[in-house]
């Protein structure tokens, strides 16, 4: 059975800087994609980002608008580990965020090709 743990969130305000991070169990970690997603009071879960699984030429990662340029995901096979740097936060961001696992090893926006789910991290920007 595949765990992911997330941690990193917390409290922060407007224009500072955190980094999650998804560790996750079992071996098969490096071939399928990761990727994060988040959800704000009385709001859906919307994509936030993903990384492919490296191959020869090496990962490949997406972003949603509301973040790219501002996020950036990465991934560390030999920790079995995704993370999620988030600057220059807004009130906007406020939200939990859960990192998944993909089904294949190709970036999916959708949340329908993520298998394995955390438990989720609190991130509250203030101003």
């Known amino acids: 059975q595949v765990q992911l743990v997330e941690s990193g969130g917390g409290s922060v305000q407007a224009g500072g800087s955190l980094r999650l991070s998804c560790t996750a169990s079992?071996?098969?970690?490096?071939?399928?994609?990761m990727g994060w997603f988040r959800q704000a009071p009385g709001k859906e879960r919307e994509f936030v980002a993903a990384?492919?699984?490296?191959?020869?030429?090496?990962?490949?990662?997406a972003y949603s608008d509301s973040v790219k340029g501002r996020f950036t995901i990465s991934r560390d096979n030999a920790k079995n580990t995704v993370y999620l740097q988030m600057n220059s936060l807004q009130l906007e961001d406020t939200a939990v965020y859960y990192c998944?696992?993909?089904?294949?090893?190709?970036?999916?926006?959708?949340?329908?090709?993520?298998?394995?789910w955390g438990q989720g991290t609190h991130v509250t920007v203030s101003s």
């Open positions: 998944a696992r993909g089904m294949s090893p190709a970036i999916s926006r959708s949340s329908e090709a993520y298998t394995y």
């Open positions: 990384v492919s699984a490296v191959s020869w030429t090496g990962s490949n990662t």
């Open positions: 079992g071996s098969s970690f490096s071939f399928n994609s």
